[in-house]
């Protein structure tokens, strides 16, 4: 159910998840404190989403009760944003952000290494034929987690904590993790969430190691 249009203030911006909230600046009764917005609702013409700004929006009801905004437009900022640097340097909110230089080659070196270090723990009877089958099920599972983090990150949807994730690639799944950053394009242009990521690949490289050479 829709409602006519409103203006209010973003309450709350996550550049890197493109959602945010909008706290109306006349609360009717009934109506909604603050309504959720995802940025493919925000008109492109407008400036960038940013907390302060004064904006123009409709309000929605969707399916399960809850209040979100659509056809979000930016009101009374100047254009200079705009016209700061060339469209053609513009990116668009859509456009794919190219992944880290060299990334995809130190992914593969890392995954060679531990399926050396697998073979090796599986020859010598430090690892069983079961372990095996237990890190190709933790892959498919770090997969299915990605892709399903992806798909809430373009639905403006709860999304997984980054912690989980970790958690699943530091015990073996970070293979189908760091793949899955390339194939969907997600996580790879947050430089804090690939450290952590790269500490993962380490730690558990190294826990690898131990165990098949202690």
């Not at 290494?113 to 697998?118: D, H, K």
Request: glycine fraction near 8%.
């Amino acid at each position: 159910m829709r409602a006519n249009a409103a203006f209010g203030r973003i309450e709350r911006w996550d550049d890197a998840r493109g959602f945010g909230f909008i706290a109306p600046e006349v609360t009717v009764a009934g109506g909604p404190e603050r309504l959720f917005f995802h940025v493919r609702d925000f008109d492109r013409s407008s400036a960038r989403p940013s907390v302060g700004a004064r904006v123009r929006y409709t309000p929605e009801r969707q399916a399960d009760g809850r209040w979100r905004a659509v056809h979000v437009a930016a009101v009374g900022t100047s254009q200079a944003p705009r016209t700061a640097r060339p469209p053609s340097k513009r990116r668009d909110a859509r456009t794919p952000v190219p992944a880290p230089a060299g990334g995809m080659r130190g992914l593969l070196i890392a995954i060679a290494v531990w399926c050396a270090l697998l073979g090796t723990g599986v020859v010598s009877g430090r690892l069983p034929h079961l372990a095996l089958a237990a890190l190709a099920g933790l892959n498919a599972l770090t997969a299915a987690a990605y892709a399903l983090d992806k798909h809430a990150a373009r639905h403006g949807r709860w999304r997984t904590p980054e912690s989980q994730l970790h958690l699943l690639e530091l015990l073996g799944g970070w293979p189908a993790a760091g793949l899955a950053q390339q194939a969907l394009r997600h996580k790879r242009a947050k430089p804090a969430y690939r450290k952590m990521f790269a500490a993962m690949v380490v730690l558990h490289l190294l826990a690898l190691a131990l165990w098949t050479f202690a």
